[in-house]
């Protein structure tokens, strides 16, 4: 092979799983009208890719001191990168994709001389390596923070929660505009077309996240870095990157500098993407290299070459130093007390806290969520959200059930099904025994919170007025909320017969129903609160009986 196909092999290789991972996350959504009673499922959910990634492997594997299903798949990463280098980085994965494709992108900043210099390595790409460090000592303190930073859960977090729902409404709004031209082939190519999307591409229901907005600002604010600096994500904080750049210094395959051809044109660094110095008269440093093929695709005099078991001055290993080791040591194993100081993973917690069902307690769920938004994006109801404060700083983008905005469909466990991590484990919709005809006194579903009632505020307990929308809404059989007969004195002194509703905490599972379907427009008479919830010992309802 030619290095001038090269370059042709890798991109055709970014676009194919740039492609899938869009197409997986396009399908990481229930493709149908909730409600149904049977069981649903997936069909392809993007968790391959987490699959595929070892940082949450090595992360999870500290953190719970377990490999949940699937993660040791990302074996097929890291057993290549002992050989090949960062292949990974430059050849599969989405992340580095759209960065190079912007990187690409005509820039006043990266001109003549400023590219080729941008293009060399600088000593600020060690910091990726001090974010590694400083995440897997997070991890092993218990805390999965280092999801934050990982290019899978940046991804799916950002362009499932901000930019496809951003794109379906306004693919929405366009196609409304068309379906209701009066002219007539306008209207049926409108109706085609949104008949065609709403099969592939547009979700049956317009989704909004809370964050959504800054999820999306940040994520494009880091693909707009790459016109000023050649993949900065990947070169300056990557801690994935970072993983595999220190697994590849055990790699056999390497550039070959052909000194004699050498004529220091300069012209291997002007697409150089990992800023790793493939000039002649300077070692080429392995571990920053991502296999872009771009200096070898590049050299007119074909003085750069790939090979296996070539013996060159090279710099094998990060450039890390001293100093910069002891920092990532340090912050690691002071970030987790300094983010769970005033987080309250006991009761003191934030009632608000609402986890999926199937959600671990709050201190295993944190050591192993990685804030992926998975949950969030397939939720059919839009029920789950990420956190802002209700779980501390350690919790920030974790999920949580909000209910005024939707509720936890009985039948439905795919939160469960695409969790990547066992953050939330998998359940069945049996095992979480809110499908009608399960007694859920004597079964024990899965129970989220509890509702409670704010009588002031109740229309038939507040203000004479008749209104049972929570007891119709409630979903367990038999229901949780039922109602009893009471006379009341309206303000015209006149006597009526009202239902007022009450809560039977013994059935309550906590789904957010009841709260969903309050008339009430500004604040609901009821409210579901972590109290009751299965998942914690200590977070209960305590009855004494005398």
């Known amino acids: 092979m030619t290095g001038s196909r090269l370059p042709k092999w890798r991109r055709t290789s970014q676009i194919i799983f740039l492609l899938l991972f869009l197409v997986l996350l396009i399908f990481t959504s229930l493709r149908g009208v909730p409600g149904a009673t049977s069981d649903i499922h997936l069909v392809a959910p993007v968790r391959l890719f987490f699959e595929w990634d070892p940082l949450v492997a090595v992360g999870n594997a500290l953190a719970s001191h377990a490999l949940y299903r699937g993660l040791v798949w990302s074996l097929i990463i890291l057993l290549p990168t002992l050989f090949l280098g960062r292949f990974f980085c430059g050849w599969i994965c989405p992340m580095g994709t759209l960065q190079h494709f912007v990187g690409n992108m005509p820039s006043e900043s990266k001109h003549g001389r400023q590219r080729i210099e941008s293009n060399r390595y600088k000593r600020w790409q060690t910091i990726k390596y001090v974010v590694l460090i400083a995440g897997l000592v997070a991890a092993a303190f218990g805390s999965m923070a280092i999801g934050w930073l990982d290019p899978f859960s940046l991804l799916v977090r950002s362009i499932g929660l901000a930019i496809l729902p951003a794109f379906n409404f306004a693919a929405r709004a366009v196609l409304a505009s068309l379906e209701q031209s009066r002219v007539g ?52 904080i990557c801690p994935l990157g970072a993983l595999l750049g220190a697994v590849s210094r055990w790699s056999v395959l390497g550039l070959h500098k052909d000194r004699e051809k050498c004529n220091n044109c300069n012209r291997c660094l002007i697409n150089c993407q990992g800023g790793d110095d493939p000039i002649g008269g300077a070692a080429w440093r392995k571990a920053e290299c991502l296999m872009c093929m771009n200096c070898v695709g ?135 025994g809110w499908v009608v005809g399960v007694d859920a006194a004597h079964n ?94 200590s977070s209960q309802i305590l009855l004494s009986r005398s």
């Open 185 to 236: 082939a306008i209207r049926g190519a409108g109706e085609g077309i949104h008949n065609f999307l709403g099969l592939f591409l547009l979700d049956f229901r317009q989704a909004h996240f809370a964050q959504g907005l800054v999820l999306g600002i940040l994520f494009i604010a880091i693909l707009f870095a790459s016109l000023h600096v050649t993949r900065l994500w990947c070169r300056s």
């Open 298 to 432: 590049s050299c007119p005099e074909h003085a750069l070459t790939f090979r296996f078991f070539r013996k060159e001055k090279e710099v094998a290993s990060p450039d890390l130093g001293r100093r910069r080791t002891i920092t990532g040591l340090a912050a690691g194993a002071v970030v987790v007390p300094l983010m769970r100081a005033n987080t309250g993973l006991g009761k003191s917690r934030n009632e608000r806290l609402l986890r999926p069902p199937g959600a671990l307690d709050e201190t295993e769920f944190l050591a192993r969520c990685i804030r992926c938004g998975e949950c969030m994006k397939v939720c059919p109801n839009n029920a789950l959200h990420p956190t802002i404060e209700e779980a501390g700083l350690e919790g920030l983008w974790s999920p949580t059930l909000v209910p005024r905005i939707g509720y936890c469909e009985p039948s439905c466990v795919l939160c469960s099904e695409v969790c990547p991590t066992g953050a939330i484990w998998q359940i069945t919709p049996k095992e979480k």
């Open 444 to 537: 024990q579903p899965v129970r989220l919170g509890t509702a409670f009632y704010d009588r002031g505020r109740c229309l038939p307990w507040a203000m004479a007025t008749e209104c049972i929308v929570c007891e119709e809404w409630c979903p367990v059989s038999p229901k949780a909320i039922y109602v009893e007969e009471a006379q009341v004195v309206d303000s015209g002194g006149n006597t009526k017969t009202l239902k007022q509703p009450r809560v039977d905490p013994n059935r309550c599972v906590g789904c957010g129903a009841c709260e969903y379907a309050c008339p009430l427009q500004d604040r609901p008479a009821i409210t579901v609160t972590s109290i009751g919830e299965s998942r914690s010992p």
